[in-house]
C-alpha cells in the first residue's frame, strides 16, 4: 500500500505526494491531521508481516515538503497497530496506538 498525501490550497488540489518509505514491508493504518500552519502530521505503521509493526511519523507543508522525514516512533517488537494523530488546542501533537503484542507492567 502507498500512502499519498494530498493538499488543498489555493487555487485548488496539488499534485500527489508519496508519503510512505521506499520499503518491501506493507504500509498502511494511517491517520493525518492539519495543524494550525497547514502542515500536515501523518502517522502509519510499516509491517514487513501482518504480526509485526514499526510505527512512523512525518509532517510536512502545505506544499507537500518535508518539515519531518518518516521517523521511528515505536519498533515492531511491540506490535503497533490503529495508530491515531491528534492536535490540541495547545497545538501541542499526540500520537496514540494499540500495542497487541507487550505483556502488561
Avoid at 508519503?19 to 502530521?41: C, E, K, R
Avoid at 502517522?43 to 518535508?66: C, H, K, M, P, Q
Avoid at 519498533?75 to 490540541?88: Q, S
Wanted: aromatic residues 8%.
Amino acid at each position: 500500500m502507498i500512502l499519498l498525501l494530498l493538499l488543498l490550497y489555493p487555487p485548488g488540489w496539488s499534485d500527489d505526494h508519496l508519503v510512505g518509505l521506499d520499503t518491501v514491508g506493507l504500509q498502511g493504518m494511517s491517520d493525518i491531521v492539519v495543524d494550525s500552519t497547514n502542515a500536515s502530521w501523518i502517522v502509519w505503521v510499516d509491517s514487513a508481516s501482518i504480526s509485526t509493526g514499526v510505527l512512523f511519523y512525518s509532517r510536512r507543508d502545505e506544499a507537500g515538503n518535508i518539515l519531518i522525514p518518516p521517523t521511528h516512533l515505536a519498533y515492531n517488537n511491540i506490535k503497533v497497530c490503529e495508530p491515531r494523530v491528534g492536535i490540541d488546542s495547545s497545538h501541542k501533537v499526540h500520537i496514540i496506538w494499540e500495542d497487541y503484542g507487550s505483556s502488561p507492567g
